[in-house]
DNA sequence: TCTCACACCTTTGAAGTGG
DNA sequence: CCACTTCAAAGGTGTGAGA
């Protein structure tokens, strides 16, 4: 595959539809059902396949969250796509654009997420795309080789200048996949708008809905990422709920007699909170470890 | 809710070594 | 020259404290 130079370039996208739209969905054909999910969408003859679809419905299950920081998050998972259908001797760029999935902000309570009043991002004029480090590349060459967005960043940052996907934190967001053809003798330049014409081809996959969040609030994504993610592989420890069973040994220690402690090997389904603090006493100035649980769902 | 410093990890690429 | 190994730097993680 051909490398060209605009690497992580930026586009920003007409507000014609912030929310998604919903004709995607009844337009494109799809196959390859897993339970409720596509993997394979088909647009035209164009057909996208959702690479690590098995793990993106993993954290689906679970509500995905994504992190947000100033100087710019990677996404995990991130979005990696296999493509046919394409004419192979001509040029196409991709571009992967995030967009509000409603106009809600989120927050979350007992355990779940659930709606706090109005999408602060209702009011934004544009939207960013992010285009793909090979971009344009020819039909074959982008048939050949899987396309991966790993280098996409996410940002809360609203005067990020580093070309990053910036979002609101606690609102929900879908990431879709712009294939456009380009035309004879004109690289499409990321400054135009002009993508979004009648050529350009759409394809959003519903599990990849994710909650943007500048911390994780459930638990569960938290050791999904752990686990998955090789970056994360630090904070990965030997046996199974060895992270949970961790927890309840230091409530354990720390819990009064008489607290009602959670036995995790008898009830493997039993919900959990876990929340501490340090503070110092102005005796001793030893450290006292102060545990709360909050009996809701987790594991 | 957000930011930051931190420890721990993977990835990357330069330098060194041997056939 | 090529293949392989070693090593250090860069960068990606979640954590936990503090604002």
Same mark, same amino acid.
């Given at each position: ?6 690497? &992580?370039?930026? *586009?920003?996208? @007409? ?5 998604? @739209? ?17 993997? !394979?969408? &088909? ?19 679970? &509500?995905?969250?994504? %992190?947000? &920081? ?21 040029? /196409? ?79 929900? /967001? ?6 456009? @053809? *380009? ?20 394809? $959003? ?7 943007? !969040? ?11 990422? $752990? ?19 961790? %927890?309840?040994?230091? *409530? ?20 959990? *909170? /876990? ?15 102060? %545990? ?8």
């Amino acid at each position: 595959m051909q490398a060209c130079g605009t690497t &992580t370039s930026l *586009v920003k996208l @007409p507000q014609s539809s912030p929310l998604l @739209p919903s004709f995607v969905f009844t337009k494109l054909q799809s196959s390859n059902t897993e339970g409720d999910f596509p993997t !394979v969408l &088909t647009h035209k003859g164009v057909s996208v396949t959702l690479e690590n679809n098995s793990v993106w419905k993993q954290f689906h299950s679970c &509500t995905t969250e994504m %992190i947000l &920081t100033k100087q710019g998050r990677r996404m995990f998972p991130y979005c990696r796509y296999r493509l046919s259908g394409l004419e192979p001797t001509r040029m /196409y760029s991709l571009f992967l654009s995030i967009v509000p999935v409603d106009q809600y902000k989120y927050r979350w309570s007992n355990s779940k997420w659930e709606p706090s009043g109005v999408a602060e991002h209702y009011n934004q004029g544009l939207f960013r795309a992010f285009s793909h480090h090979y971009s344009p590349s020819q039909g074959s060459a982008l048939m050949t080789s899987l396309v991966s967005f790993y280098k996409l960043k996410l940002t809360n940052n609203m005067n990020d200048q580093e070309g990053h996907i910036i979002l609101h934190s606690m609102h929900r /967001y879908i990431p879709r996949l712009h294939v456009i @053809p *380009v035309v004879d003798g004109e690289i499409s330049l990321p400054d135009k708008l002009a993508f979004m014409g009648p050529e350009c081809l759409t394809f $959003i996959f519903p599990q990849t809905e994710f909650m943007a !969040v500048t911390t994780y609030q459930n638990f569960r994504i938290t050791q999904l990422k $752990i686990n998955h993610n090789p970056f994360a592989k630090g904070f990965r420890e030997e046996g199974s709920c060895s992270r949970l069973n961790r %927890i309840i040994t230091e *409530v354990r220690h720390v819990a009064k007699a008489g607290d009602p402690i959670p036995d995790v090997k008898s009830e493997p389904n039993i919900p959990l *909170v /876990y929340r501490k603090r340090w503070s110092f006493t102005s005796e001793t100035s030893l450290p006292v470890k102060q %545990i709360s649980l909050e009996v809701c769902f987790i594991y």
